[in-house]
């Protein structure tokens, strides 16, 4: 696609919920990332993949976070039990390859949970 | 641990000034460093940095990096309102991931 898309673009979840959030990056970039963003604090960085591989998860801040990418392609960022510490804008990312930092950034999806 | 320091956290001018945007870092593996403006949600690229003492220049805005003093500034020259937004510098190390300040916001006053 013409840039990173993300969906959905806002959510309202209750604590205790399951919520999975998507990623399509731009067609073509073989590295994405996953960032979170709570209101007023900077960006996190939490999963990167190069194709389909995670070389660094070092940024999951727990096990009811996960995440996954098929076909080289989307990717799904999966929060179990959500908890409120979990509300912020999570920002998807991709770059043309290994090597290439030029990173481009989706819109987000806001994730609020109550 | 990777720590990115920026300066001010705050900053407000008015329209016509210019400013310039601090970004102190202690990377490992550190290979360039990015800024982006972030207005809303999402952030939107500036420049890359890669070499010491090369200024990138875009319009208003340049940018410079000091590789031995772990250092770059982002100048904007006769500030405009739309250049009200954070802006994020992210050093990049070897492995790929990005470290984020917590930005500068700029607010620019007409």
């Known amino acids: 696609g013409a840039g990173v898309s993300q969906s959905p673009s806002n959510k309202v979840t209750e604590k205790g919920k399951d919520v999975e959030l998507r990623c399509d990056p731009i067609s073509g970039h073989t590295a994405l990332y996953w960032y979170r963003q709570r209101l007023g604090q900077g960006l996190e960085f939490l999963i990167y993949f190069q194709g389909n591989s995670a070389p660094d998860k070092s940024g999951l801040p727990s096990d009811r976070f996960s995440a996954e990418r098929t076909g080289e392609s989307v990717s799904t960022l999966t929060i179990q039990r959500t908890q409120q510490e979990d509300s912020a804008v999570y920002l998807c990312a991709s770059s043309l390859a290994a090597g290439s930092y030029t990173i481009y950034f989706g819109e987000g999806s806001w994730l609020t949970v109550v | ?110």
């Open chain 2, 1 to 110: 641990e990777d720590k990115v320091v920026q300066s001010p956290l705050s900053l407000v001018v008015h329209e016509g000034d210019t400013v310039t945007l601090n970004c102190s870092y202690e990377v490992t593996n550190f290979r360039s460093l990015l800024w982006y403006k972030q207005e809303k949600k999402a952030p939107t690229f500036l420049f890359m940095l890669t070499s010491s003492g090369i200024e990138k220049k875009s319009g208003r805005l340049s940018s410079i990096l000091d590789k031995k003093e772990l250092f770059s500034i982002l100048n904007i020259t006769a500030t405009q309102t739309g250049d009200s937004a954070v802006y994020l510098c992210a050093p990049v190390r070897g492995n790929e991931k990005l470290t984020f300040g917590t930005g500068t916001r700029l607010t620019i006053i007409p």
